[in-house]
Structure formats: C-alpha cells, structure tokens
C-alpha cells in the first residue's frame, strides 16, 4: 500500500479479501488484498475516520466528521443507509453480532445503538459523564461494554440498550478495551501507561501491564486467550 495521506482506521473483511482503510480527508478505500491495490474510494464528502464490516462482509460503515453513520453495500459500492443524531466526534463503531444493529460511541458521551431494519429508530444509552473512547462485544453477543474519559467502563444489553451488571470503576480515564474468548475476563487500556485485566464475577483486577512514558490505547487478547496484548503511542 503505497505511503500518503493519514490512516486513522483500518479493518479487514471476515474472509481476509477486503481491507477498508478510513482516510478522513479522502474517503474510505476498499483495497483488495490478493494484489494490495484500490477497488474503490467512498465517502469523499464525508471525512470518515472510522470504518469496520459486518460479519458476513455484506457491508461496510463508516463514522465520519459530518458526524454522520453511513453504512454501504460492498458488491456494489454504493450508500445504503446514513444515520444522524450525534453532536460531537465519533471515535467507535461495530457491528452487532446479528448484523442487526449498529453501535457508536462518541464524545458526545453517548452510546447509540442504530437499528439498520427501521432506519429512523435508535436507542440512545446515557451513563457516561465525558467521551465515550471503545466499545467490545462480549463473544456471545449479548453483552456491549463501553470505555469513557470518565474513567469507567460500563455494560449494555445490545438488544435494549439497557445496564446489565454494575459498572467498573478505575483512577485514569478508559481509552479501550477487550472481552477475553471466555467472556469472564476483560482488559481495559489507559492514559495512565496500564493495561489493566478484569475478572467480570469479582469486579478485581486480576493483572496490570505497564507500559512505560505512554498512553496505552489498544488492546486485545491472543486468541486462544493466554495473553493481553496492550499497544500505545
């Protein structure tokens, strides 16, 4: 991929032959990996800095700095969909397991869940005081956890939008996080250079990485879930 304008996200389609990279002052570009070149750019006019695929790779959203949630139909590269309702930044998006529904999260400190059947409905989770940095669906799907400035991280019914279980509560704001393969394990990252792993049923830290003179932003699990894998800048 040749060097050039900044990358702010990037994601690979489940079967591996698409790579979406969000350029927020180009568009998103669908690059095919078996020759590592352009299929298309979309969303010129719309400054994504975020872009992620459904599971079945069927579709492609994007959040960008119009604020706005598009989704697109990858065979033919063209919008399907455009949701509207956040203030401020968008800084995650996924899909839900199902491929129902959409979530974002923003520094509007909102988490939104947008039903992509019923294009004007969406429920709007409140809780947290300051932005909304990550979001992770456990593995079965049935739970949403959500990472804020505010230094917690809560947890959602994707269904519902509604709290499942007590909040976790830690001294640095939250940048990421991750649920472990088991789904009883979560790390969390933050700016306080310490990537932190969460033991669900207890509500203890179970263990902490530290990682020297940076902000700890990333993070994720091996997968067969033997190790936590921060990353910083």
Avoid: C
Wanted: aromatic letters at 6%; proline letters at 4%; hydrophobic letters at 40%.
């Amino acid at each position: 991929i040749e060097s050039g304008p900044k990358i702010t996200a990037v994601g690979f389609s489940a079967d591996g032959t698409l790579l979406a990279a969000a350029i927020p002052g180009e568009g998103v570009r669908l690059i095919e990996t078996d020759r590592w070149s352009t299929r298309a750019t979309l969303g010129a006019d719309h400054g994504p800095g975020v872009a992620v695929f459904s599971e079945d790779g069927r579709l492609m959203a994007s959040a960008g700095l119009d604020l706005t949630v598009r989704v697109w139909d990858v065979a033919s590269e063209t919008e399907v969909q455009r949701f509207e309702g956040h203030t401020s930044l968008i800084w995650g998006l996924r899909f839900t397991p199902s491929g129902r529904r959409l979530v974002s999260v923003s520094r509007d400190e909102s988490v939104r869940l947008w039903d992509l059947q019923a294009l004007a409905s969406d429920t709007r989770s409140g809780g947290h005081s300051s932005a909304v940095t990550g979001l992770a669906f456990r593995p079965d799907g049935g739970e949403l956890a959500s990472a804020s400035v505010d230094g917690t991280v809560r947890f959602w019914d994707p269904a519902t939008g509604m709290s499942t279980r007590e909040h976790l509560v830690q001294e640095d704001e939250v940048n990421q996080l991750a649920y472990h393969p088991a789904g009883s394990l979560l790390a969390t990252t933050s700016a306080d250079s310490r990537a932190r792993v969460w033991d669900l049923d207890t509500r203890q830290v179970d263990a902490m990485v530290t990682l020297h003179d940076v902000s700890s932003w990333g993070v994720d699990f091996s997968r067969d879930g033997s190790l936590p894998a921060p990353s910083g800048w």
